[in-house]
């Protein structure tokens, strides 16, 4: 995506700053994610697939009532009913947050197998809620990743622009928590329970993403991910790809460049759960991510410290090969707390 910027109107800091020890909302959409303000990209390998967006499964008729900044590229998208979608009154307001597919065709969205979002509620300033359908079982002879998820992110900037999802550009120093907190249902899971590894990989994730930059890169020195699992079906207590029960780690990459750990979330002592049983009530899902991010991830580079570690993204999303989930979530907030 092009991550150019005018700095203009609203394009400052959000406001004052707020006191030590008080809890605030760090996302434009505030009050649990209640503004129509989204786009959908399609994405593989975590790249943008160059492709129109769903047309269905973009919607900006609320983005200039979220409060991010005006003039704030990208604005416009281009999508699968041939023109582009931008934000109402001609105020060019980039989308709040977006709904991401990885691994999936558009011409595989509202297909079995294949994916659907259905956004719902949202009136009279309730939260929206999403239905993510991710149904990859039927896909066995392609192995390929599947994920169907929303993302919240921010793109740095010479100009400390809080724009996007973010209302500033924050860095890992600055904050003292960074505590997610969204109610989350499971609706559907189904597998091939092979014993092909594969099949016992589907879960449901809330990701946390950070880059370290400098005055003068160009490119970021190294991007970070940290993921907190609070579903995960494959096996009685949810299948280990790590190989190792007792660190909490589900997965990791240790790639001096892109470190990346997903971790277990009910084997953190933090009052987790794992979803595994399909239920018509929602369980809210809360804990913090800094000490998780100090204590799982790598230090900062040579040269960088934490002020270094710009806020990227805040991801909620199910990944699978070869099943079949679903899940709905609602109420969305990541809340931070400045040192």
Known sequence: MNQEATPTRGAGKSNARIASETSFNMLWNDNGVTKRSFIHQNLQNGQDFKIPAIWELCDLSEANLVGNPHNTWPYRYYTTRGDSIESPDSTKVAPSFKLVTEGYQNSEYNNYP???????????????????INSAKQLSGTRKLHEVGVIFEHWHNQWNIPGWSFKEQYNLQQLSTIKPKFDVRLDHFDNYQSPNIDTQTAYITADFRI????????????VDLLGVIFSNSGGTNGYDYDGNPNNNIFWQDTSSNNPRVILHGYQLGLNIPNLTAVSSLFTTIEFDYKP?????????????????????????????RYADIDFSVKNIYLNGEYN
């Open 292 to 320: 998780l991010i100090l204590q799982y991830l790598p230090a900062p580079p040579s040269g960088y410290t934490y002020s270094n570690a710009m806020i990227k993204g805040f991801d909620i999303y199910s990944s699978t």
């Open 114 to 132: 294949g994916f659907a979002i259905w956004v719902q509620n949202g009136f009279t300033n309730s939260p929206l809620e999403f239905k993510l």
């Open 211 to 222: 880059e370290y930059w400098k005055d003068g890169d160009t490119v970021p020195r190294r």
